[in-house]
């Protein structure tokens, strides 16, 4: 009996023990019994590609972007020695499916972070690629230093290494440096249909062209879209360039500005034949722009007096040209009066439009008297004011 007791005893007590063990660990959390760690960094790299800037990151193993907070964890860009700044992945918007980023100064808390303009890829389950402006974090092209950094938070912190390092990776181990330089518009690519009379009517965006220029009154044209923060797009004949256009500086002014360039044949001639003539006359006056630009190679090309043929869109778009014609003509050439001028292009406008006015060729005083008017109105009316590529979508290269 005794010894039954005493073996009684014995059960008792180790259930006990058993007892006081397993609650603590059946309330546990997840992060306590298995203690997390930062995501291991195999290789990143940060560049420069054309205006954009690129940050390009692989892990040693799969990650979701949007289970990061989830999981105590985040995965950065650290931007500056010391950072200034921190850009981070994030988890897609609601009902969207791409990650995105965000970005905070370095001294703010992550809560104050907010997302930014970037376009975000993954090429698989360990990769992430963004590309956005330096503008959209209030960088210039200059160097830069950065590093590349994973961490987990408490409590799901964990040391990586007995030393009792914090829950930090950082790749590479010091600062990386990235000179940055001021990118240069060097062309832009003719894609879509042969030919184009207007854009997408999608958004209330409307496009201002100007033919026959460089002329004497040219630079009152561009002076005139720029103190509207107003862009347009100049089809330039291309023996008037040695003329007016003040050695190049016209031209470069015009892209630096982000008007557009676009070529109206080297004379002006009509060139709906297409063939050899034809070739020559859109190919001179492209190598007039190239100069005077210091490289510009034009994708747009708009045939004098619009005369145009199937054999000149093929000959054109052969050449690495989109053709441009319109679809609201004031006639400003005709000298109608500011007044008409204006009336046409409001009576007229409408999303996707292409307006075809003259900055050479004559006296073009009604075209820029009627200009101001034309601009506020259509702002007014919600209208935003783009380049022909802007209106077609067609992607600039820069170097």
């Not at 291991?40 to 040693?60: K, P």
């Not at 985040?74 to 918007?93: D, E, K």
């Not at 500086?249 to 982000?258: F, K, N, P, S, V």
């Amino acid at each position: 009996m005794r010894g039954r007791l005493g073996l009684c005893v014995v059960l008792t007590a180790l259930v006990v023990l058993v007892s006081m063990v397993a609650v603590p660990l059946a309330g546990a959390s997840r992060s306590s019994l298995v203690p997390a760690t930062p995501l291991s960094i195999q290789s990143a790299s940060f560049v420069q590609s054309g205006r954009d800037l690129v940050w390009s990151v692989t892990l040693d193993s799969p990650f979701s972007p949007a289970h990061l907070a989830r999981g105590d964890r985040s995965l950065c860009l650290l931007l500056g020695s010391p950072p200034s700044g921190v850009l981070c992945v994030t988890g897609p918007r609601r009902g969207g499916r791409l990650p995105r980023l965000t970005y905070r100064p370095a001294k703010s808390p992550p809560a104050q972070a907010t997302p930014i303009a970037a376009a975000v890829t993954r090429a698989g389950s360990r990769e992430l690629t963004a590309s956005f402006l330096p503008s959209e974090i209030g960088l210039r092209y200059r160097q830069l230093h950065w590093q590349v950094q994973s961490t987990t938070a408490p409590p799901a912190c964990h040391p990586v290494n007995a030393s009792g390092s914090p829950c930090v990776i950082v790749f590479p181990a010091a600062p990386a440096r990235t000179p940055l330089h001021t990118p240069r518009l060097v062309g832009c690519t003719a894609t879509g249909s042969d030919l184009a009379y207007s854009g997408t009517t999608a958004g209330r965006e409307i496009a201002l062209t100007f033919d026959d220029g460089p002329w004497y009154q040219t630079p009152q044209f561009v002076s005139l879209l720029a103190r509207y923060g107003v862009v347009g797009t100049f089809f330039q004949i291309g023996r008037q360039m040695t003329q007016y256009g003040e050695d190049g500086a016209l031209d470069r002014r015009m892209l630096a500005d982000g008007d557009m360039i676009g070529d109206h044949t080297w004379s002006h001639p009509d060139v709906a034949g297409a063939g050899v003539f034809a070739r020559d006359q859109i190919e001179d006056a492209a190598d007039a722009i190239r100069q005077a630009t210091g490289g510009f190679e034009p994708c747009l090309f708009r045939a004098p007096y619009g005369e145009l043929s199937p054999a000149l869109l093929t000959e054109a778009r052969s050449m690495g040209f989109t053709t441009i014609q319109w679809n609201i003509d004031p006639r400003d050439w005709s000298l109608p009066g500011v007044g008409e001028i204006e009336g046409n292009v409001l009576d007229n406008a409408r999303p996707g439009a292409i307006v075809e006015m003259h900055d050479g060729g004559g006296d073009r005083s009604e075209t820029l008297a009627a200009l101001p008017d034309i601009i506020d109105t259509l702002r007014a009316r919600g209208y935003r004011f783009v380049t022909v590529t802007q209106l077609l979508g067609q992607q600039l290269i820069y170097r």
